[in-house]
């Protein structure tokens, strides 16, 4: 199942390994560091991304517990983020600190899966592609859980795909799945496919991987079943966030949104009595925005269709979704006002950016999908990506919504830039060779 891509007796073999793998951390720990550095030294670090995490972070250091920023209990957004704010003290320089060595450590995890799976250096090129992402530094350093959860994902997958597929190590990556479900409710729609790529890949009788299937759902309930109690005994409902899962079922399905996607989303779209009453509690309102975007759904099947084939090519486009940041609806909520368009230079690096990775990303899948010491991983990745891609489909998309699987596309993206400069050299070489001989005397 695994390539073998070093001799593990060979001293010299080994030591420029721990050479490779110093230098990958330390340059994913440095570009993470250095990027961060001065909002750190500005003293806004903390005002990146989502302040609501800060203002529950907040709530929790001063034994108010999981409470909103009026001090209210509230589940919209699932806890370890805010947990992880709190451990850390809301210090800045610790938050960055604690952000740059789980990306270092992330970029170490996708060197060994392309290690092992494709070959060495398609593991350091895939790695140091995540390292010099300029879209992924800028959204991993910030007040969100995208650092976070790529990094449990990514363990996650570590434990499942290269150790041996023993009961203990199927509890480990089922206690890392709960984990990144406690980061992201989003991986709830990712626990079947893994269940099943578990059922397929492990070896062993039906009973032996029965076992492993159950010890690991095993681990990933012992994560969140205290969360969904703590929710019953505040909220009065176990629900496994309030809203915000159910609110971008919503989103994506709408009378509005087919007039601006992919140009707005709703949540940067400011319509007049739209939406549940605020009066309304989180899990009533959790309840109107699931009945109101089934509704639609079931109202309107093949605009649904529509909507979802079209979000799906959308998730490997190369332009940033939304393509405008904020626009507002007028009062007859056909007419958008105040357009606040992506800046040039941001539009032109995501582009430049990812074109390559993409170009790459199809050709080394292909190439990868040929070799059997590859299988697992390209099995693994098109389940992963199907699932990421059909939720994202039947909701909202945007761009960042990807980025969890995105070291994935990176190792085959190293795998198709790798096998293209062979080609390259091959196709050169031979030519070289066949000037020479034709200008012999």
């Not at 080994?14 to 490779?20: A, C, D, E, T, V």
């Not at 409470?67 to 938050?95: D, M, N, Q, S």
């Not at 529509?306 to 007419?335: A, Q």
Request: charged letters at 15%; proline letters at 5%.
């Amino acid at each position: 199942m695994v390539r073998k891509s070093l001799n593990p007796f060979h001293k010299g073999s080994r030591l420029k390994r721990k050479h490779l793998l110093l230098v990958l951390f330390l340059l994913a720990f440095l570009s993470r560091f250095c990027f961060g550095l001065p909002f750190v030294l500005q003293g806004t670090l903390l005002e990146r991304g989502n302040i609501h995490f800060v203002h529950i972070a907040e709530n929790l250091l001063a034994g108010d517990g999981y409470t909103r920023a009026e001090g209210t209990p509230t589940a919209i957004y699932t806890p370890l983020f805010p947990l992880f704010l709190a451990l850390l003290a809301l210090k800045p320089w610790l938050v960055l600190l604690a952000q740059s060595i789980l990306s270092a450590c992330t970029a170490l995890l996708v060197f060994k899966l392309g290690e092992c799976f494709l070959d060495r250096r398609a593991g350091a090129v895939a790695a140091l592609i995540y390292t010099f992402n300029l879209y992924l530094i800028s959204s991993e350093v910030a007040m969100n859980d995208t650092n976070l959860y790529i990094f449990l994902l990514i363990a996650c997958s570590y434990f499942l795909l290269i150790r041996a597929p023993s009961l203990r190590h199927c509890l480990e990556s089922g206690l890392l799945l709960g984990l990144a479900f406690l980061a992201r409710s989003m991986t709830l729609a990712l626990v079947p496919g893994i269940l099943l790529w578990v059922w397929l890949y492990t070896r062993g009788n039906r009973k032996e991987r029965l076992s492993r299937v159950g010890v690991l759902l095993a681990g990933f309930c012992l994560c969140w079943l205290p969360w969904v109690v703590r929710n019953k005994i505040t909220l009065g409902s176990p629900v496994l966030t309030s809203t915000w899962a159910n609110v971008n079922l919503w989103k994506g399905n709408n009378e509005y949104t087919d007039l601006f996607y992919p140009d707005f989303f709703y949540d940067s779209l400011e319509v007049p009595g739209l939406g549940p009453s605020e009066e309304l509690s989180e899990v009533e309102q959790e309840a109107w925005y699931r009945a109101e975007g089934l509704r639609f759904i079931r109202a309107h099947p093949g605009l649904t269709a529509r909507r979802t084939l079209g979000k799906v090519f959308l998730f490997f486009h190369v332009r940033l979704i939304p393509y405008h940041k904020e626009g507002y609806l007028e009062p007859d909520s056909r007419t958008i006002r105040d357009i606040t368009a992506r800046p040039w230079a941001e539009n032109f690096v995501y582009t430049a950016l990812y074109i390559p990775i993409m170009l790459g990303l199809f050709w080394g899948f292909y190439r990868a999908w040929r070799e059997q010491t590859a299988r697992p991983l390209t099995v693994f990745t098109l389940i992963l990506t199907g699932l990421f891609c059909l939720l994202c489909a039947l909701t909202t998309y945007m761009t960042r919504y990807r980025l969890p699987v995105e070291p994935f596309f990176y190792l085959f993206t190293a795998r198709g830039w790798l096998d293209g400069l062979a080609r390259f050299r091959r196709t050169h070489s031979r030519q070289a060779h066949d000037v020479s001989y034709y200008c012999e005397p």
